[in-house]
């Protein structure tokens, strides 16, 4: 590189260049030997005393004032090999002096420092150290940069006492003209198709027309079912046919369509705003946090098992997290424990992995789980239900006295803090609002931000319910706080282990026991939701009509016998009023969705029913724009984006659709067709193995169930590895008879061949002698 220094601070090094220079390391502002260097900015008052003389450095200091850069770096004196830099990490040797450079003095030589090639590096490294990694290999090897002397004092450079501005600047690179990113229509036609492809999945498609579940397998209550929906559709047939009452009924309705209307799409704008109206949203405590206890970052003494003091003063060690999780997502999961450990130690945290059977396939997910931490519990449960995951994950947690319980998809928030505080006598759990967010923990435009702001509704239903009926009626399945003690009564009693809907089932059973839900509003947990309708993996149709959507029309019937045959433990007149009217919006809730069905029949050709409708879908927007900035204006964290509340009513418009094919989904499988899982006191009364707490080896191992899977894969590898010892041992004495079958006659002539039974002949250091034969005929000649 033939320019002088000037010319090289003109020149254009590129972006990350540029930005890797105007960098400042602490390191170099406090005089602080760096890691890497080999020499490094020493006190003279800590200068060793097997140095270079003064002398010396006068005569360098002399000879050196010809140039400002050389001015620049008299100061510097190279430490002794034998000294550390940094306590506790050995000395860097002095490398090679590398081809080129030119040796000014002989007895005064510097050692360049290695070249650096990689980003986050000004701890250690000066922004002269630092080159591009796309740089020709000849300006790094010496061919340009060590060409002259100023080269070569810029080349090997220093930390120097001086000003940085008087540090000259590193050899630049060749600048290059940039190239112009010219995209190809094929490669974006290609990206648009994949992405496109991604929303949809062909399987999902099949599942939605295949009908062979409605009908097998075959059991007397399906049949006897859809018997029954037969004959009430021949009835509205034959009904139809001779009194004409469907022309009727659709004259009427099209005559008072603004009523239908208002009834179909308005009634859940109308009940939003009525409880926006009673709800108060409370602000957050305004205690100053600092700034390192808002981030979320991993704190490496909670990793290594030790709270912090702010966390372990909060935190007294009586709440245990419960993670049920079957088939979960390393990295979900991972973030998951992240969010967890600034709040629990690895010891308070039980994941619960779960399954149709009695033993783990594989050992992935557990060592997983030891990677992160030793102390992290993991138990296997042979029971594939999220509630009886928790049922296990409770009872082992015996040195407990609540329970927290969350999804593998759901992240804690640095704001929580368990509300021990809400628990009495009648309150026994605590609910918490969620918040919506992909894979990367954000809130994306469509599916997510739609589905974000029907969380906050829900959280906000919840609220209002607390401060007005003194408890929320139903959890979120992501994640609440319960006493342990009510859990396991609540899960082993009353529960019916069905997953489906469990939430819901969570809340009637938690009525049945007289006992009430809180509601925490101060600390929000994000879950992941997904992100298409029909798309590969759990997509959002899936998710509603063969679980939410089919689980809530199943409970119609318990709706009705919490509305009407008992208080639900409650004694104030206000809130049993407000508990009734709850339900009561449940039950219009699912009736609703049966009425839209005959009036998309009677008015789905008619244009004026579209054009109103649509306009009265605009409603559902001035609810949550409400709750956006007059009710949570002191309240981000709880706010929806602003995209997804002016868009909802096209979200709106496809869960209308996904719950009417809940409704038919739950008539014609669920009633007649799902199968119920067993409850704990069934398996209990009948004896069942998976009941883990009542095995012997519960009381000395929880994850004994692993262990012995993991012992039976042992033995079957190695029964295995035997049985292919034994085959090969046998293929080689195969092969060894035919060797020596074929061999003889070359040997002893053609003389004709007579059998006899003999043992081989001792051979001399042969085959033989390895892999000796039993006896067998052999050929004699």
């Not at 149709?356 to 029971?383: A, C, G, L």
């Not at 605009?618 to 002016?646: E, H, N």
Request: glycine share 6%.
């Amino acid at each position: 590189m033939t320019g002088n220094i000037q010319e090289r601070r003109t020149s254009r090094p590129g972006r990350w260049f540029r930005r890797a220079f105007m960098r400042t390391s602490d390191v170099e502002s406090q005089h602080v030997p760096r890691l890497g260097s080999v020499s490094l900015v020493v006190d003279n008052a800590q200068m060793p005393q097997n140095q270079h003389t003064e002398d010396q450095l006068a005569a360098t200091k002399t000879k050196a004032s010809e140039s400002k850069v050389a001015q620049a770096r008299v100061s510097e004196v190279d430490i002794p090999s034998g000294e550390p830099l940094i306590p506790g990490l050995p000395s860097p040797t002095p490398p090679p002096v590398p081809y080129g450079l030119q040796q000014q003095e002989a007895n005064v030589l510097e050692v360049p420092r290695p070249v650096l090639t990689t980003k986050n590096s000004s701890a250690y490294y000066l922004p002269c150290d630092i080159y591009r990694a796309d740089m020709n290999t000849d300006d790094v090897h010496g061919n340009d940069v060590y060409a002259n002397h100023s080269a070569a004092l810029s080349s090997s450079s220093v930390t120097s006492s001086a000003p940085s501005e008087g540090r000259p600047l590193a050899a630049s690179p060749t600048p290059r003209r940039k190239r112009h990113c010219t995209l190809n229509p094929w490669t974006l036609l290609k990206a648009g198709w994949a992405q496109f492809t991604s929303c949809f999945d062909p399987q999902c498609f099949w599942k939605m027309i295949d009908i062979r579940e409605i009908f097998f397998p075959f059991t007397w209550k399906r049949y006897i079912t859809l018997t029954v929906i037969g004959l009430l559709i021949g009835a509205l047939i034959v009904t139809q046919h001779y009194f004409h009452w469907m022309e009727a009924s659709m004259a009427i309705t099209r005559s008072n369509m603004l009523p239908v209307l208002v009834l179909v799409l308005g009634l859940e704008p109308i009940m939003i705003t009525i409880i926006i109206i009673f709800a108060k949203v409370p602000d957050l405590d305004t205690t100053p946090i600092s700034s390192t206890d808002a981030e979320k970052t991993v704190d490496i003494e909670a990793r290594g098992g030790v709270l912090s003091e702010k966390a372990a003063a909060v935190n007294d060690h009586r709440t245990a997290l419960v993670i049920p999780c079957h088939n979960s997502d390393h990295e979900a999961m991972l973030r998951v424990l992240e969010s967890a450990y600034p709040h629990f130690r690895p010891c308070d945290i039980f994941v619960i992995d779960n399954a149709r059977s009695m033993h783990p396939k594989d050992s992935t997910f557990r060592e997983f789980i030891r990677s992160q931490h030793e102390e992290i519990n993991y138990i296997w449960s042979p029971v594939g239900s999220k509630n009886y995951a928790q049922l296990v994950g409770a009872v082992a947690a015996e040195q407990y006295e609540f329970i927290m319980t969350v999804d593998d998809d759901v992240c804690i928030p640095a704001s929580f803090r368990p509300p021990i505080h809400k628990i009495n006598d009648v309150m026994k759990g605590v609910a918490f609002p969620l918040k919506a967010t992909n894979a990367a923990g954000k809130v994306s435009f469509g599916m997510v931000a739609w589905q974000d702001c029907e969380y906050r509704m829900a959280g906000l239903t919840k609220l209002a319910e607390e401060q007005i009926c003194g408890g929320a009626v139903f959890p979120h399945g992501a994640g609440w706080f319960c006493e342990r003690a009510t859990m396991i009564d609540l899960i082993s009693n009353y529960h019916s282990l069905d997953f489906i809907a469990e939430d819901v089932n969570t809340g009637i059973s938690m009525m049945r026991m007289k006992k009430s839900l809180g509601f925490d509003a101060t600390c929000v947990l994000e879950t992941e939701v997904p992100t298409t309708v029909f798309g590969k993996g759990l997509n959002w149709y899936h998710q509603r009509v063969r679980s939410w959507e089919m689980g809530r029309h199943g409970r119609l019937l318990a709706f009705f016998d919490r509305f009407f045959c008992s208080f639900n433990g409650l004694t104030n007149p206000i809130a049993i009023f407000a508990q009734k009217f709850i339900l009561f919006y449940s039950i219009a809730c699912i009736i609703v969705d049966w009425v839209r069905i005959p009036v998309i029949v009677t008015m789905g050709a008619n244009g004026a029913y579209w054009r109103q409708a649509g306009l009265l879908s605009l409603v559902s927007i001035f609810p949550i724009l409400w709750f956006k900035y007059i009710s949570c204006r002191r309240r981000p964290d709880l706010q929806p984006t602003f995209w997804g509340a002016v868009t909802i009513p096209v979200y709106k418009q496809l869960y209308y659709l996904v719950s009417v094919i809940g409704g038919i989904r739950a008539l014609v499988y669920y009633i007649g067709g799902h199968k119920r899982p067993l409850t704990v006191k069934q398996m209990i009364k009948a004896g069942d193995e998976r009941v883990l707490w009542l095995d012997p080896r519960w009381a000395t191992n929880k994850g004994y169930l692993a262990d012995e899977g993991e012992n039976l894969r042992l033995a079957k590898e190695a029964a295995t590895a035997s049985d292919v010892a034994t085959l090969s041992s046998d293929a080689k004495r195969t092969s060894l008879s035919i060797s020596e079958k074929q061999s003889l006659p070359t040997l002893m002539g053609s003389s004709p061949p007579s059998y006899s039974t003999l043992r081989p002949p001792t051979a001399s250091q042969t085959t033989l002698d390895i892999l000796p034969a039993p006896p067998r005929a052999w050929l004699v000649y």
